[in-house]
């Protein structure tokens, strides 16, 4: 596939309006339409579902037919779609999802917001991070512009993927030294000792989320290097106590399963020039005690602080498969009765 330049995307397109409703995008490039469309056309099919409309490949084109609303919809989701290709040489359901929710967030914000969303973009070596949703946009902010945030909600809410994106955009370019990223392990009481093998092999597999996130991100070896020369830190919460954080960005996962002590512990490491992010989800709790879980508490303890941004999802933030939010729902109604 030739190498196609980002910038000039939108030169590989051109609009032709009818008059029965109907809009044909018309691509420069085939391998560029292919990329766009999917295998068999799914990336179409599943737009076609989001957007309730009818799209058709034909030739070097898509064809739209829809009303004139709906139309520009799907132009701009597939103008979105092909930036997408371009920059990562892939699409995925999320990003068909994020390229419909995008301009429908626009609409409902009297439009014009273009550069306003531009604003949150997280922009990685690997992939452009979209927010898809007003509290994820909210979340982005707070992590750029607080020195301490604490987001609670369900999983598949972005909590851990956003988080480590804004701090692996801040090393890259150089606005902080270090990214370090825990989890408590094995409950609060992080006992590790009967599980086989030397330290790092016991603490892996509780860790490996936080891993998945960084290789979707940035190349594999390039997050090894990163990792080898202390770059990058990944370790278990006790190992955090007695240390001061400078010129740091931390995150302090799953801390639903971390005690009032600990999150203190977490928050009070922080230094000159850090940033300090505390994620969990409040339904998860693995403690023997929940009621020890020192989450919710450090929300009502801190939430009155200027400095600190405290960040509440709930399903309708989930990201993931759209079952995955009628799960949480219903999980919630219940426990709510």
């Known amino acids: 596939m030739k190498n196609l330049k980002q910038n000039n995307f939108k030169s590989e397109l051109k609009f032709v309006y009818s008059d029965n409703n109907s809009l044909s995008i018309i691509f420069q490039d085939n391998d560029l339409l292919l990329g766009v469309v999917g295998e068999f056309n799914n990336n179409l099919k599943e737009l076609e579902k989001l957007t309730n ?9 898509i064809l739209i037919k829809s ?3 709906k139309n520009n919809l799907v132009k701009n989701a597939i103008q979105f779609l092909t930036n997408q290709f371009i920059t990562n040489r892939n699409i ?17 914000n009297n439009n014009n917001n ?21 509290k994820q946009k909210n979340y982005v902010r707070a992590l750029r512009e607080s020195d301490i945030v604490i987001s609670a909600g ?26 370090i990223l825990s989890r408590p392990a094995v409950e609060a009481g992080e006992r590790l000792g009967f599980l086989p093998g030397d330290m790092r092999e016991k ?9 998945d996130s960084l290789y979707d991100l940035l190349d594999f070896e390039k997050i090894q290097k990163k990792i080898e020369i202390g770059d990058i ?10 240390r001061t ?14 005690t009032d002590t600990q999150i203190k512990m977490f928050l009070t490491r922080i230094g000159e020039n850090s940033k300090i992010v505390i994620n969990g989800d409040p339904s998860q709790i693995d403690l023997p005690n929940k009621n020890s879980s020192g989450l919710n508490r450090s929300k009502k303890i801190l939430g009155n602080l200027s400095e600190i941004s405290i960040i509440d999802f709930d399903h309708s933030d989930v990201v993931r498969h759209p079952l995955v939010s009628k799960i949480v729902k219903a999980y919630s109604d219940i426990n709510n009765d």
Do not use: C, H, W
């Open 92 to 108: 995925e359901k999320k990003d068909i999802i994020s390229s419909v929710n995008k301009f429908m967030i626009e609409e409902n």
């Open 114 to 134: 273009t550069n306003k969303n531009i604003e949150y973009i997280i922009k990685t070596p690997k992939k452009s991070v979209i927010p898809r949703s007003e």
């Open 53 to 61: 409309t009818n799209i058709y490949s034909r030739g070097n084109s």
């Open 245 to 258: 954080l400078k010129n740091s960005f931390a995150i302090l996962d799953e801390a639903q399963n971390a």
């Open 203 to 211: 603490v892996d597999p509780y860790l490996r989320p936080l891993y």
């Open 154 to 179: 369900p999983a598949g809410t972005g909590k851990t993927f956003l988080a480590v994106a804004v701090g692996l955009t801040m090393l890259l370019e150089k606005k902080i030294e270090r990214i």
């Open 233 to 242: 830190e990944i370790a278990p919460l006790a190992f955090m106590r007695g």
């Open 67 to 69: 009303d004139p609303k």
